[in-house]
């Protein structure tokens, strides 16, 4: 996902010991970290080595690192091997096996890394998604999520065995404008082109639980609250479930702990999402950021319907007040990245 891209930019530096040769940083006791974070799935694996950032430019701005030069493969149990671009470019071509065990091994700029064997597990299907209104009495009546939905994944648990899972989701929405302008000091918005162009808003948050005490029971697990308002006037969301390994379950469960109420996974110091299952060969000691996660998964959509009448419940209004453009004939490309895309959504409903 574009998290995954994107994740060296966000990571908040601090001070840790490391043997690792690194790049000195301007700032004051600030060192920079290497960043080892794969994902295996059926259906796509992809790993990104990288430095995390380590320097301000003269004008305040962050310095972003030259990678590191590097190699990075996977080993399975039958000791067959498959290279990856450490770029974290997703490769379509490699589809995870259910109960197939995965190594990941990368060098870096000279060094050495593995990563513990982990195996992926099964993933369970999620059986409907669930939109129930609720209003929130604690907020205020003007707050945007006082009248909403609560989303509830509800799947079957795989009864006899200790199961973790996670939850992520994205929100797909029609992108009206694609650039703006300003003409005497006005703001106008551009339309796109073309027509067809979506925004995407992902997930910022860590969701994860573990079948303790629920072991072969139905579950029910609340993925998102959306407002109760327009537009969009049909609420596009889609739903992933995962199946973790152990040792990723405890280190996503960790960041959940710390991000809950806070903001999202990137807002936790550096520290404190030290890689859990890959080591340097030759000097264990060294910290490095990041997760080896091997996984398998189910998702589901969910069109909400913001056009219902809900009693005693006013639909709020979230729409772009801005002016178009002045000039009929002024459009901005729809240009494809993390946050829009021009490939129609899965059941995208007009």
């Given at each position: ?16 010991s ?27 694996g ?61 060098t870096?700029?000279?060094?050495s ?13 999620i059986?409907?998604?669930?939109p ?81 005490l629920?072991d ?9 609250r ?21 040792s ?37 000691s ?8 091997v ?56």
């Open positions: 996902m574009p998290k995954f891209i994107l994740f060296f930019a966000f990571v908040v530096i601090l001070e840790a490391c043997q690792y040769p690194v790049r000195k940083s301007k700032l004051p006791e600030l060192q920079q970290f290497l960043v080892i974070n794969a994902d295996l799935t059926e259906q796509y992809r790993v990104l080595v990288s430095y995390t950032l380590s320097d301000l430019s003269p004008q305040g701005g962050y310095v972003f690192p030259l990678p590191p030069v590097a190699t990075a493969y996977v080993e399975d149990s039958q000791g067959n091997r498959y290279s990856f671009d450490p770029s974290g470019v997703k490769d379509n071509n490699f589809k995870g096996i259910v109960g197939e065990t995965y190594q990941l091994f990368v870096a700029d000279g060094q890394y593995v990563s513990e064997k982990e195996t992926m597990r099964a993933c369970p299907e059986d409907s998604l669930t129930n209104y609720a209003r929130e009495a604690f907020r205020s009546p003007d707050d945007l999520l006082y009248d909403g939905f609560d989303v509830y994944a509800h799947f079957q648990d795989k009864p006899n065995e200790e199961n973790f899972y996670q939850w992520d989701w994205v929100h797909y929405e029609r992108t009206e404008a694609c650039a703006f302008e300003t003409i005497n000091n006005i703001v106008y918005k551009i339309p796109c082109t073309p027509y067809d162009c979506w925004g995407i808003y992902p997930n910022p948050r860590v969701i994860v639980q573990s079948d303790l629920r072969g029971a139905s579950i029910a697990k609340k993925v998102i959306v407002p109760y308002a327009a537009p969009p006037q049909r609420y596009y969301l889609r739903v992933e479930q995962r199946s973790l390994t152990p990723v379950f405890a280190y996503q469960k960790s960041l959940e702990t710390q991000t809950q109420g806070s903001g999202s996974i990137f807002d936790v110091p550096a520290q404190t999402k030290l890689n859990p299952n890959v080591k340097n060969i030759d000097d264990p060294e910290q490095i950021l990041g997760v080896f996660n996984f398998s998964s189910r998702y589901k959509i969910l069109i909400i319907n913001m056009q219902q009448s809900i009693p005693d419940a006013t639909l709020k209004s979230t729409a772009n007040l801005i002016p178009w453009t002045p000039s009929p004939l002024l459009q901005a490309e729809c240009v494809e990245s993390a946050t829009r895309t021009l490939i129609r959504p899965e059941g995208w409903v007009d």
